[in-house]
C-alpha cells in the first residue's frame, strides 16, 4: 500500500467554482502535512501546511482528520491560474517525507 | 536572491555513462535534499545532507548512486552507468541552518534525465 494515496484527477472545473481534493496516508505516526502545488514541468512549491484544527489561507482551506487518515483541499472561487497538479505531502519519522503522485486541477474559463 | 539553483536541467546520457548533477542551495542554506520524480509517480526522497555530511540516505539506491555536499561548491548526486531506468526528473531542495525536516524546503528547477 502507497503511503500517500491521491485521485489522480483531472478535475476539469469552471473559472469560480469550488473544487475539493482528498489524500489519505497509511502510517497513523505520521505528523506532519502539506499540500504542494506544481506546474507542468516545474518544480514543486508549498501551498500550505496542513494543521490538526484546520487553516484557511485566502481562498485555500486545508482540513486534518487524524482519526480517518485523510487530508483535504478546498479551492474556492476557481481561477484559471489554480491549473496546476496538487500534491499532498505527509512526514513520517524524522526525514521520511513522502509525496502523493499529485491531483491535476484545469480550470476553465 | 537567487533561488536553489540546478544543473544541467536537461542531461542525455548513453547506458553505460555517468551523470553529474549539481544542485546549489539558496543563500544561506546548509541543508540539501534530493528527491526522483519518475514519469507519472510522486516526487521520492532519496538523500539528505548537510555540509560534508549524509544524514539521511534511507531513499538512495545501494548501487550506482552516491551524493556529496562538500564545504565549498554545489551538492552533487552522482549516478555511474546508468540505466533507462534512471530516466527521470531529479530535483534538489534546501532549508536554512538550524531547522528540523519538516520546515520549509525550497525547491529547484530540476534536472531532467534521459539515458538512452
Known amino acids: 500500500r502507497k503511503e500517500v494515496e491521491q485521485d489522480p484527477g483531472p478535475f476539469n472545473v469552471p473559472e469560480g467554482a469550488t473544487v475539493a481534493f482528498n489524500c489519505t496516508y497509511s502510517?497513523?505516526?505520521?505528523?506532519?502535512f502539506f499540500w504542494y502545488r506544481q506546474d507542468c514541468r516545474k518544480e514543486p512549491k508549498l501551498l500550505m501546511s496542513?494543521?490538526?484544527s484546520g487553516n484557511e489561507d485566502g481562498r485555500f482551506t486545508a482540513q486534518l482528520n487524524r482519526a480517518s487518515q485523510y487530508i483535504s483541499l478546498l479551492i474556492r472561487d476557481s481561477k484559471l491560474s489554480d491549473s496546476a497538479t496538487y500534491l499532498c505531502?505527509?512526514?513520517?519519522?524524522?526525514?521520511?517525507?513522502?509525496f502523493g503522485t499529485g491531483t491535476r486541477l484545469t480550470v476553465i474559463p | 536572491n537567487a533561488g536553489v539553483m540546478q544543473n544541467p536541467r536537461h542531461l542525455v546520457r548513453r547506458r553505460g555513462q555517468e551523470a553529474r548533477l549539481r544542485c546549489s542551495p539558496m543563500?544561506?542554506?546548509?541543508?540539501v535534499y534530493w528527491y526522483r520524480q519518475l514519469p507519472e509517480e510522486g516526487l521520492k526522497f532519496m538523500v539528505y545532507?548537510?555540509?560534508?555530511?549524509?544524514?539521511?540516505e534511507s531513499g538512495m539506491p545501494k548501487e550506482r548512486f552516491s551524493a556529496e555536499f562538500p564545504k565549498e561548491g554545489p551538492s552533487i548526486l552522482r549516478i555511474q552507468q546508468v540505466v533507462r531506468g534512471d530516466s527521470a526528473a531529479y530535483f534538489c531542495?534546501?532549508?536554512?541552518?538550524?531547522?528540523?525536516?519538516?520546515?520549509?524546503?525550497?525547491f529547484g528547477p530540476g534536472t531532467r534525465l534521459t539515458v538512452l
Open positions: 531542495a534546501s532549508s536554512p541552518p538550524s531547522t528540523s525536516f519538516t520546515d520549509t524546503q525550497y
Open positions: 502510517n497513523s505516526a505520521s505528523q506532519s
Open positions: 496542513v494543521y490538526s
Open positions: 505531502v505527509v512526514l513520517t519519522g524524522a526525514n521520511n517525507l513522502f
Open positions: 543563500k544561506g542554506h546548509s541543508h
Open positions: 545532507l548537510q555540509k560534508e555530511n549524509i544524514i539521511d
